[in-house]
């Protein structure tokens, strides 16, 4: 016992003697570094954590007030417990949502997947087009780039509502034009697929403009000697982007696919804005659904909670495979 004590004893001492140190050494960085992990720690870290804990119990907007207070005829008041204040229930809201027993998680999160597939695809195969584009020489490419970057400048809600708009039914530019080819107007939020459809043109309008400037970047570091090497040796253009051009934007594309995926997963304000969850509710995704169950009717905290953690346990699972993969493909990241 006393040996064990004699050990830890001179290892706490180094270990103070280090961080001394350490500080002195670096005491501006450490200076800098406080205010930052301070702010995360009040914004970031204490939400989390308080929102974990609420998903094991059963806080509503009904049931968080812990005293009832009254006014008595002496004109002060009488406070006594809420006999329906909140309690600890475990894993209960877990199983209800994954059992279904609460909300429609498993339809959510199948409208979920199917959109944020839809929008990183088309986001990342257009962006790389329009990218390949306009890196080539080309007069006003300058003002080409701006007006492709145009819709990101655009606030999200502007884009929602303009989209939505384009497509209403009866007063829309989209039916005005499909009339006057003598197509009939078509009830576009109206059926799952085509309210979502709508839904994912405008997160395309929306996303494009980002994968754009960031695969541009990535064309620009490209060392233009391959290009000309491979041309000498007879190489055709479908040769060179998919020997030459694939490669060297691999590094920028995985960064980019794993943020759009994140954001497309939790973009709020396009489902919305632009479609409501229409019809009936069939395009709502968890965002969405984790939005409703805080903030409307009668406001359920831990139910919300509950959809936040397993949007971020999903996300997060999503990101530990990402890596592996990009790891077995030789990629360091």
Partial sequence: M????????????????????????????????VPVVAVL???????????????????????????????????????????????????????NILTGKVGEFWQWAGTTVVWTI???TFHYGLGLGLAVMIHREMRFRGFYRVL??????????????????LFNEQLGLINSVLNSIGVDSVAWFGDKWTSLF???????????PFMMV?????????????????????????????????PGLRPVSMTVILLGTIWTFNMFPI??????????????IL???????????????????????LILSILLIFSVFYRRALRKQGEVW
């Fill in 214 to 246: 960031a695969l541009l970047g990535g064309l620009q570091s490209i060392p233009e000697e391959l290009y000309e090497s491979a041309e000498i040796d007879g190489a055709t253009p479908w040769q060179r982007f998919r020997n030459i051009t694939l």
């Fill in 287 to 309: 965002v969405t659904g984790a939005f409703r169950a805080a903030f409307e009717g009668i406001r359920n905290y831990s139910l919300a909670s509950t959809y936040g953690v």
């Fill in 148 to 165: 492709l970057v145009l819709p990101w400048a655009v606030p999200a809600f502007i884009s929602a509502f303009a989209w939505k708009f």
């Fill in 2 to 33: 006393s040996t064990v004590t004699a050990d830890a004893a001179p290892r706490s001492a180094g270990l103070s003697t280090k961080l001394r140190r350490s500080w002195d050494k670096h005491w501006t960085a450490w200076a800098m570094v």
């Fill in 118 to 120: 839809a929008g990183v």
């Fill in 271 to 284: 489902i919305f804005l632009t479609t409501e969850g229409a019809p009936s509710g069939e395009t709502e």
């Fill in 41 to 95: 720690a009040v914004l970031i870290f204490y939400p989390l954590v308080n929102g974990i804990w609420i998903t094991f119990t059963n806080q509503n907007e009904a049931n968080t007030i812990a005293e009832i207070c009254t006014k008595s005829i002496t004109g002060g008041e009488v406070c006594k417990e809420n006999p329906n204040a909140w309690s600890f229930v475990g894993l209960d809201n877990y199983i």
């Fill in 198 to 208: 709508v839904a994912v043109v405008t997160n395309i309008w929306l996303g494009v």
